[in-house]
């Protein structure tokens, strides 16, 4: 027989919970009603001990009300069996998962909350759950909220907030849930709309960030930067190198810091250690728009996406050793890219976008990739040497 055990309508329960419904909904959500499943008129005629001791088991259950039904049987006569359970409400819901401790932290939060933040009340109402589990974090956390609202887009590094008990790992351990907070606290002007995703908290809610570095060689001792240096390993932030201005007349950007590092010396050029999908800071740098610029990636579906990234900021910038021929004459240093791109890329040109299509679409081998460092330095000298 497929009946409702006591075990079953406890699993009720606790699922309400689970889901955060039993903190959320409060009192208002009884009493409430559970699925119970009895036995069918057939079942109660040939297996009526059975049934007896189930309905035995159902009353004795605490915290549960059960309401029967009178069942009149042609063999049996007439029978009280059990139709519907009831919990009748949230204390005896909550003492029969266990969970009374738990709901009455949940109470003394948003008590706190509505006494210190109570526009953030909604969210304890959303994600009740999440509460409990923040509840040593909480005082902590309305702190924070609270110093943001005293001090909106202040500027700061995390490191430079004046908060007692709050240290800036706090704030990163914690920006997501922040994030969630912020939003409803803050006023419209104190939130940076463009800057979206955790990645961005700091310049969504006015912290400073670290500045972005650049990390460059100077390829002509004619150029040197630093006086006494020959062909220096320099790094500067992105203002600085944006303020250069140097007069080289090309730039190579290379992903791989060996080659980056053994690049060889060229006439009127700088070498750059690629940041992969990132070039905001790049871009600041004007001065690379005068310069011919060759992006030396990886030949596969990724190198050919950083490659059409970099060409969003920089539309003159040309590959280097990406091509067919490069790729062919490698072949035992073939490996395998494991999770491929796959949408187009607008900015390739035709003989790359060849290329990308057929690795993309696995043309020439399932997975193909040449990562540049196994490319022969030989042929980089010669490809240099065609500039």
Partial sequence: MNLSRPADLRAQVQKLWDKGELLAGGEAAFPR??????????ELAQRFDSVR???????????????????????LGANAV?????????DAALAWIGKRREAERYRTLCAVTMERQ?????????????????????????????????????????????????????????RGVLGELLELALPADAIDAAAAGAGQFLLRYGFREKPARIRFRVLDDALAILPG?????????????????PSARRVFVTENEINFLAFPAVPDSLAIFGAG??????????????????????????????LDQLRSRFPHA????????????????WGHEPD???????????DERMLYDALRDNLIQPGLRLEQERIGFYWLEQALHRL
């Fill in 229 to 245: 240096t020959r062909q220096a390993d320099i790094t500067l932030d992105a203002a600085s190198f944006a303020a250069l201005a």
């Fill in 318 to 333: 040309q590959s280097l050793l990406m091509d067919r021929a490069t790729l062919m004459a490698h072949q035992p240093a």
């Fill in 340 to 350: 491929q791109v796959a949408h187009d890329l607008l900015r390739l040109n035709e």
């Fill in 53 to 75: 001791a189930w309905i035995a088991e159902l009353q004795a259950m605490p915290h549960c009300r059960i309401e029967l039904r009178q069942v009149a049987h042609r063999v």
């Fill in 277 to 306: 999908y990132g070039w905001d800071a790049l871009a600041q740098a004007r001065w690379l728009e005068r310069c011919a610029l060759h992006y030396w990636g990886d030949i596969d579906t990724h190198g050919y996406a950083i």
């Fill in 118 to 174: 109570p526009a953030l009340l909604p969210w304890l109402a959303r994600r009740p759950l999440r509460a409990l589990e923040l509840a040593d974090a909480w005082s902590r956390l309305l702190d924070v909220v609270e110093w943001m609202r005293a001090h909106p887009r202040c500027g700061l590094y995390l490191r430079q907030l004046d908060i007692v008990g709050v240290h800036s790992k706090f704030i990163e351990m914690h």
């Fill in 33 to 42: 009603r559970l699925v119970l499943k009895g036995p069918t008129s057939d």
């Fill in 82 to 90: 059990p139709q519907t359970a009831w919990v009748d409400n949230l």
